[in-house]
């Protein structure tokens, strides 16, 4: 399978995230963090030792694991999770738009720290892109943000994982280039990101909820750890290491477009016309940056 194709899968994992995560609303987000990397972790040890001894393993290296690890394991789930949780202040769709536009930060990331060109064909179909899940998103274009007070706090969140991850997909990037195997950078970004989150509960004062899980929310969590966390990571990891940056982020946006599905399946909440309209013109775009990959 293509890259392009396996990151679009990944993604099709992370649809099924925020529902999940949302029912886990009881928990402090950093918690949900820490468990859903350190069932992860686990989960990696038989190959830990085996996989790592065939890297050559630098300053350069650790450190950009270590930003790896912040930017895309800690602080874009972190943000996310927080603002899912907010559900009664901010609806979903604007919580998936919102961060969706991490192509913005991730194009600019990539320019800067890999080099990659962008040309016109490129841009041309990234606008199609983003304006197509502009309209995926929100049925004609309507986008209602009276939801109460806490609307713009979400909204950051929101925007503080569009930032993170946008910047994540170019350091994975980076980190990929400077690694044998798309399982060594996997092993890295869990095992830090486990060891950056558990810090973060200590700081946040979050200390308490770690021994307050019940058997759900364990499911729960293992679910997010098996599927949406270490399965979809592995599944991107593979398709990043050979798709360009710029390419990759464009093709994340199956997220908000399965989404949008899952939404209509599970809360019998049925699109719009010009959400299918919009859908198409996604999908098309999709295909064709794709395309560019081979170029």
Same mark, same amino acid.
């Given at each position: ?6 990151? &679009?899968?990944?993604? @099709? ?70 603002? +899912? ?5 901010? %609806? ?9 536009? /991490? ?6 990331? @990539? ?16 606008? +199609? ?7 995926? $998103? ?15 706090? @979400? ?6 994982? &569009?930032?993170?991850?946008? +910047?994540? $997909? ?7 280039? /400077? ?6 950078? $996997? ?16 700081? #946040? ?15 729960? #969590? ?8 270490? +399965? ?12 360009? &940056?710029?390419? &990759? ?8 477009? #399965? ?25 098309? @775009?999709?295909?064709?940056? %794709? /395309?560019?990959?081979?170029?």
């Amino acid at each position: 399978m293509s890259g392009p194709l396996l990151i &679009a899968l990944a993604a @099709a994992l992370w649809a099924l995230d925020g529902v999940v995560r949302r029912g886990l609303y009881h928990l402090p987000p950093v918690t949900i963090v820490f468990y859903e990397h350190l069932i992860g972790s686990l989960i990696l040890l038989p190959i830990v030792v085996r996989t790592l001894k065939q890297e050559k393993f630098t300053q350069k290296l650790l450190l950009t694991a270590l930003v790896v690890a912040l930017f895309g394991g800690l602080l874009g789930t972190l943000f996310i999770t927080t603002a +899912l949780m907010k559900v009664n202040y901010i %609806s979903f769709s604007v919580i998936f738009l919102i961060q969706k536009i /991490q192509p913005l930060f991730a194009i600019a990331s @990539a320019g800067f720290l890999l080099g990659e060109r962008i040309n016109k064909n490129y841009l041309r179909w990234a606008m +199609l892109a983003i304006v197509a899940v502009f309209f995926v $998103t929100f049925p004609n274009g309507n986008v209602n943000l009276d939801t109460g007070p806490g609307t713009l706090v @979400a909204a950051l969140y929101a925007l503080g994982a &569009a930032a993170c991850w946008g +910047l994540g $997909t170019t350091l994975s990037k980076l980190l990929l280039n /400077q690694v044998k195997s798309s399982t060594s950078a $996997t092993i890295l970004r869990f095992y830090l990101s486990t060891i950056l989150a558990y810090v973060a509960i200590f700081i #946040l004062g979050s200390s308490s909820s770690l021994d307050s899980l019940v058997g759900k929310d364990f499911i729960a #969590l293992l679910y997010i750890a098996l599927s949406t966390g270490l +399965l979809a990571m592995i599944i991107y990891y593979k398709g990043l290491k050979k798709t360009q &940056a710029k390419v &990759a982020t464009i093709m994340e946006m199956t997220l908000p477009l #399965l989404a949008v599905f899952v939404d209509m399946v599970l809360y019998k909440n049925f699109l719009a016309t010009s959400q299918y309209l919009a859908a198409l013109a996604l999908m098309y @775009a999709m295909y064709r940056i %794709s /395309q560019l990959n081979k170029t």
